[in-house]
């Protein structure tokens, strides 16, 4: 069974640039995150969706940050313009449903380099 | 609201020794606790996770934890570690009523031959 796909894996881009990220949850999970994990920290919930439905979105920036979940399947991360500050890694999970206690399987992250 | 402290940022151990990474939380509800293992440049990897029943949960890898409530405590051990363990680890928490996961700041495991 295929695991979490993220791409790309590695993105650098300008200060001021636009950028996005894609998820590909594990097939049949309703539930999909992103986080971010700056350096030498653990992961940081940023969005949470059930199917469609953003269902805890209180820590994404959204003057700058945008996420959406057509169709209830893959999921796309975006930020408009990138700042200095963003260059973290960004991880995409999903799981069967938002029960607590249920695993989150993990993509392998987007690494950004904002310069 | 929860958190989590893993006292250890980095732990070095050699090869075949026994390890213990420790691991605090704070949180005025029940909670589940969970042990993720991240791989240079891989993703999170479950490794265990408690969420009622016996407080000795064994894991992937030879890895167990013990949840002491009255401690707020789940430490993560291994009475023998190989190279291949190399890697970070993330003690998390949710709420029985929610399903968040709130990550402690991760701990390097160094397992030197």
């Known amino acids: 069974e295929a695991g979490v796909v993220q791409s790309p894996r590695y993105k650098i881009i300008e200060k001021k640039q636009p950028v996005a990220f894609w998820c590909n949850p594990i097939?049949?999970?309703?539930?999909l995150y992103w986080y971010l994990q700056n350096l030498g920290q653990g992961p940081e919930l940023l969005i949470r969706y059930e199917n469609e439905e953003a269902v805890d979105d209180s820590q994404l920036p959204k003057d700058r940050f945008s996420a959406e979940r057509l169709k209830g399947v893959d999921s796309t991360l975006k930020i408009q313009p990138a700042e200095l500050g963003d260059s973290a890694v960004y991880l995409c999970?999903?799981?069967?449903?938002?029960?607590?206690?249920?695993?989150?399987?993990f993509g392998p992250g987007t690494r950004l380099t904002v310069l | 609201a929860q958190s989590v402290t893993q006292l250890d940022s980095q732990v070095p151990v050699f090869e075949e020794a026994p390890v213990e990474l420790r691991c605090n939380y704070s949180?005025?509800?029940?909670?589940?606790l969970f042990w993720y293992v991240q791989y240079p440049n891989q993703g999170l990897q479950l490794l265990l996770k408690y969420l009622s029943g016996s407080t000795l949960v064994k894991g992937i890898n030879g890895f167990e934890a013990e949840f002491n409530k009255s401690q707020t405590s789940f430490h993560l051990r291994k009475p023998s570690v190989h190279i291949n363990d190399t890697a970070e680890y993330f003690c998390a928490v949710s709420e029985r009523q929610g399903g968040k996961l709130i990550f402690g700041q991760g701990t390097e495991l160094s397992v030197k031959p």
């Open positions: 097939s049949g999970h309703n539930t």
């Open positions: 999970a999903s799981s069967l449903s938002r029960t607590a206690g249920n695993e989150q399987f």
């Open positions: 949180s005025s509800v029940s909670v589940y």
